[in-house]
């Protein structure tokens, strides 16, 4: 009895087995991202982008005249999903090149898996480690962390500040802003006098704000990606803790300053310049693709453009240029994407080199403001 | 029974031997790994079963345990000693043995404690834990013990949320594989995907095989009188205090085990592994597979966890385990395989009335 | 200064403890009228500041809470009918299982209802950066809506337990469900009852700490979390003792930010309520000899 549903249950297992036989002329690019779950404000545009680009490709004929398949695996930003993804996608599907995964720590677990499968990963995380030490096949889109950091530093020099208190979210992104704050606030000749972190599910943040009001700060860094980062802004102006708010690229979304409301008025923050393209000069080379990211974007889903979708862009058209140039040769684009010089992405201008798999510059960042609930570049 | 018992493992070992078979036939060998992970998950899930079917005792928190044992072995292999090494005690477990050093993928050496022995120390702490905490829990009842078992988890998965040296919200990564004997090790590599299907489902039965001779020993009887009246087994002269604690820590243990096999085997751990969400799901899964029913857990086990690592659920993966929660508790509490349908079937074939077998309501 | 310091923490942590004690209290009716904990009553809390936050884009902020209050009630009716009622004899395994399997499942409709956003409604007084200050020490207006608010709750359900003849009839189901029948209590209805009151008091607690706290599809889990360990921690059953156990979880959680990090927060939390139930497994307000004869 015990056998035969055993034998039934294993069948079952089997029957399922029978994969679909795929058409030829597709190339398949696979994409993990946690579309749902704890991450699923970085996952889910990007999962969206992801898909209208292929559309559009498609649309357009292709790549040389083959298709894109698009396979996207929700891992719900659990590392041991996307682990058993990584390797369904490289040994099963055979996938050409894979984005993802969002979030730093599924990135690192997937790294060496897909060094040693030898396929592309374009990460759209932040984590330096993800590029630092450099792995052949593995790559990311986001800006450093440590240039937003040094951003705002150079700020705070400008501003005359010299003691500032550091929270962050418990997320990958938070700890990771975390680590470069402290790494480089000496050589700007700045104090970090308290650092905290706080739940990317706290409901309120008074205590935490108490204690840095406690400090003799100047100013306040919040380094965080969830929501909870506009209860800090909140938070502290109602306690009456008036020094200036910096807050990390991770800000980089208007839900986050309608979330906080009045509290954002003034808040400086490090930010690609998506979240400011119309108000870009004429002469910015980002200019006309930010622009039309955006009105690409949020005529299909209606709603707004965040700069985590536009790793998935950047991502995805660095992938598609280098397959243009080059063919669909895994190695050969994998040279490409290494080599390739003065890419015009929605992060800034791609500049990559064998020893630099990010290719992002420190000018990828500007300084903005929020000002009346939008945000506007801060020295305008 | 014995004889019967002789069977069931032969159906066992035969199944497990006939889809590694079938797969290599078939070219799909990637089937197998997540087969190697669903059966580790449902080491932790057999070993609750025994605690929740048998015992009656819920625990919200095995996760923790899980993590525990993943997260301790994955330190001690990650964390770099190197800088230590002129240390005297650390110079002395280097000519013991017990650290040893790799070359990692990107040339930096790492000193390291040796596989084995982390594995030893994390299931002991674990086991050490379970044991300490197990007494004071173990004397709550219905949703106190829910509660305390739910804040053990949550206690575990802030702690590794926390600390810095367990990698805050990324975890630990990097974890090198674990050489059990030379030639035999547990790692993802794809090389190794075979041997390793058969590391994870070789511990799976001889912790099955235990689990079965345990419940239908004095053991299990003692324990099923406990769930069915505490007072009254107590009145009668079983020790439930002491059975009730040596089930906890034994389920602790497994769900340890598991944690550091799965751990070295993915080669990292996260958080996630330690979240209420993942303690929710094993029990989930012992509750559809009937409770007191140590097959029924196992073939839930792998199944759900199969259909989940593969992505077959997509976005609605915690939708799915919702649904089928509720559907299960409402409609057949005592479990989708004790609904015999292969003997409703043969009833139906030969035209027996089958009304009676309807044991799924209650 | 160091004056001023502690009364801001004071202020912090009751203001994290009445956040507690509004969701704790839900938990409250159900179990007192069923035995059982409602593991979905976070999701309660979510659907009221959710459906509240969608009405006022077209109503005005008092109506949109009202109706948000209703909408949830028919929810948690709903819930009952379908799910609970029918059931015979749930053993306590059981009934936590279906709950937590319903707060997956609301939990996941959300997500696709709503999408994942956070959203809140407007201060109900002020906006984001009013505050009182008193020599100092500054609290939010929205705060003592919440306490307040509270209050009345707490108040109400008293009066309504003690001298109301459907609360006694609740109390009665809840202490013996078939003598409470034998007496012509119809204790299904009863039941169905606690569930909608309790869903009704979620979803204005949702809605009052919504502009503090903001809500998601999914911050309904978290706070229920909170809400048991505080429920717990009084003495199940009991609304005032969640009230006082919540404010003093929430202040020793505030205080413990003072001295040490406050990422283990929650971990010092739990390890309170544990230390607390191994000694005094009734909760902190329970009676020991209540605790014994309950059956589980």
């Known amino acids: 009895m015990k056998r035969l549903k055993l034998f039934v249950v294993s069948l079952f297992i089997l029957t399922m087995a029978v994969s679909p036989v795929f058409a030829a002329d597709t190339i398949k690019i696979g994409a993990i991202l946690a579309v749902t779950g704890p991450a699923s404000f970085l996952g889910s545009p990007e999962a969206k982008t992801l898909r209208m680009l292929t559309d559009e490709v498609n649309a357009g004929g292709g790549i040389n005249g083959e298709k894109i398949e698009l396979i996207i695996k929700d891992s719900g930003a659990n590392p041991e999903k996307a682990i058993s993804f990584a390797k369904q996608l490289i040994e099963e599907d055979k996938v050409f090149a894979i984005i993802g995964p969002s979030t730093s720590g599924e990135t690192m677990k997937i790294k060496n898996i897909a060094q040693e499968g030898k396929t592309i990963l374009l990460s759209c995380a932040a984590a330096e480690v993800i590029v630092n030490p450099v792995a052949k096949y593995v790559f990311k889109t986001p800006q450093k962390d440590s240039f937003a950091v040094k951003k705002i530093f150079m700020q705070m020099n400008k501003m005359g500040i010299k003691r500032i208190g550091v929270v962050t979210g418990n997320t990958g992104f938070g700890k990771a802003g975390k680590a470069q704050l402290a790494k480089i606030a000496p050589d700007y000749g700045i104090k970090i006098l308290v650092s905290e972190v706080y739940d990317k599910k706290a409901t309120d943040l008074t205590a935490v704000v108490t204690k840095l009001k406690s400090k003799d700060i100047q100013a306040v860094v919040n380094w965080s990606i969830v929501p909870a980062q506009s209860i800090v802004a909140k938070n502290m102006k109602q306690i009456g803790l008036n020094v200036p708010l910096f807050q990390s690229h991770g800000f980089g979304n208007i839900k986050y300053v309608k979330a906080a409301g009045a509290a954002a008025e003034g808040i400086i923050f490090p930010a690609g310049r998506l979240l400011v393209s119309d108000a870009l000069p004429k002469s910015n080379r980002q200019r006309a693709v930010l622009l039309k990211y955006k009105k690409d974007y949020e005529s299909k889903y209606h709603e707004a453009v965040s700069t985590f979708g536009g790793h998935a862009y950047d991502a995805f058209n660095i992938l598609v240029k280098a397959i243009r140039e080059v063919g669909p040769d895994r190695e050969k684009v994998r040279d490409a994407i290494e080599n390739m010089k003065d890419f015009v992405g929605t992060g800034g201008i791609f500049n990559f080199s064998p020893t630099d798999h990010n290719g992002l510059g420190m000018d990828s960042f500007d300084m903005l403001t929020v000002r009346n609930g939008r945000f506007v570049l801060l020295n305008k | ?362 | 200064m160091i004056i001023e310091l502690f009364f801001q923490y004071l202020v912090a942590g009751i203001t994290y403890g009445i956040i507690y004690s509004t969701v704790a209290i839900g938990f409250n009716i159900i179990y007192n009228a069923t035995g059982i904990i409602n593991f979905a009553q976070g999701e309660f809390v979510m659907i009221g500041g959710m459906t509240a936050v969608t009405l006022n884009a077209f109503l005005p902020l008092p109506l949109a809470i009202i109706i948000a209050v209703i909408i949830t009630m028919v929810v948690g009716a709903l819930i009952d009918i379908i799910f609970i009622r029918w059931i015979v004899n749930p053993s306590v395994l059981r009934m936590i299982i279906i709950t937590i399997g319903l707060s997956i499942v609301i939990r996941e409709i959300a997500l696709h209802v709503w999408g994942d956003g956070v959203r809140a409604l407007p201060y109900f007084t002020g906006n984001e950066i009013t505050s009182l200050s008193i020599a100092g020490v500054h609290i939010s207006p929205q705060v003592l809506w919440v306490i307040g608010v509270c209050s009345v709750v707490v108040i109400a359900l008293n009066f309504f337990f003690s001298f109301t003849l459907v609360g006694r009839q609740m109390r009665a189901c809840a202490s013996n469900r078939n003598a409470a029948r034998l007496c012509g209590i119809n204790a299904k209805n009863i039941v169905t009852l606690s569930f909608v009151l309790s869903a009704g008091i979620g979803a204005l607690a949702g809605c009052v700490i919504s502009p503090i706290t903001y809500v998601q599809y999914d911050s309904g889990t978290g706070l229920a979390i909170k809400g048991f360990t505080v429920a717990i921690l009084g003495g199940l059953g009991n609304s005032m003792a969640a009230v006082a156990a919540g404010i003093i979880l929430g202040i020793l959680e505030s205080f413990s930010i003072w001295v040490l990090p406050a990422a283990y927060k929650d971990a010092i939390a739990i390890s309170i309520l544990l230390i607390i139930l191994f000694y005094r497994p009734s909760g902190l307000f329970g009676s020991r000899e209540v605790f014994r004869l309950k059956e589980f």
């Open chain 2, 1 to 362: 029974m014995p004889g019967k018992r002789v069977l069931q493992m032969a159906g066992l070992i035969t199944g497990v031997i006939t889809v590694q078979l079938l797969t290599r036939f078939t070219g799909t060998g990637y089937f197998l790994t997540q087969l190697t992970m669903s059966a580790y998950y449902s080491l932790v899930i057999i070993g609750l079963c025994l605690l929740i079917g048998y015992a009656g005792q819920i625990s919200l928190g095995h996760a923790g345990f899980f993590a525990m044992g993943g997260y301790i072995s994955a330190l001690l292999t990650t964390y770099n000693l190197l800088p230590y090494k002129d240390n005297a005690i650390i110079a002395v477990l280097m000519k013991t043995g017990i650290l040893v050093v790799r070359t990692n993928l990107y040339g930096s050496e790492i000193l390291y404690f040796q596989p084995w022995v982390a594995c030893i120390i994390a299931v002991s702490m674990t086991v050490l834990v379970a044991y300490l905490i197990g007494g004071p829990i173990l004397k709550l009842k219905g949703h106190y013990l829910a509660m305390a078992t739910l804040g053990l988890g949550i206690i575990v998965y802030r702690i590794v949320l926390g600390s810095a040296f367990f990698g805050e919200a990324d975890g630990l990564s990097e974890v090198p594989a674990f050489t059990l004997l030379p030639g035999l090790k547990v790692s993802g590599n794809l090389s190794v995907r075979i041997s390793n299907y058969y590391i994870a489902w070789g511990l799976v039965i001889i912790a099955f095989i235990t689990l079965l001779n345990l419940v239908d020993s004095r053991v299990g009887r003692a324990l099923r009188s406990i769930h069915g009246a505490e007072d009254a087994s107590s009145a009668v002269g079983v020790n439930t205090a002491k059975y009730k604690l040596n089930t906890f820590v034994l389920s602790a243990a497994f769900a340890s085990i598991a944690g550091v096999f799965l751990t070295h085997y993915n080669g990292g751990i996260g958080p996630s592994e330690a979240s209420v969400m993942k303690s929710v799901r094993y029990v989930a899964i012992v509750a559809v597979g009937g409770m007191a029913n140590l097959w029924g857990a196992l073939i839930m086990g792998v199944l759900l966890n199969f259909l989940s690592l593969r992505g077959y659920f997509g976005s609605f993966d915690d939708a799915v385990f919702g649904g089928i929660l509720i559907v299960i508790m409402l409609f057949a509490p005592e479990g989708l395989i004790r609904v015999d349908i292969f003997r409703y079937l043969k009833r139906a074939v030969s035209g027996e009335k089958a009304g009676e077998q309807n044991d799924g309501s209650s």
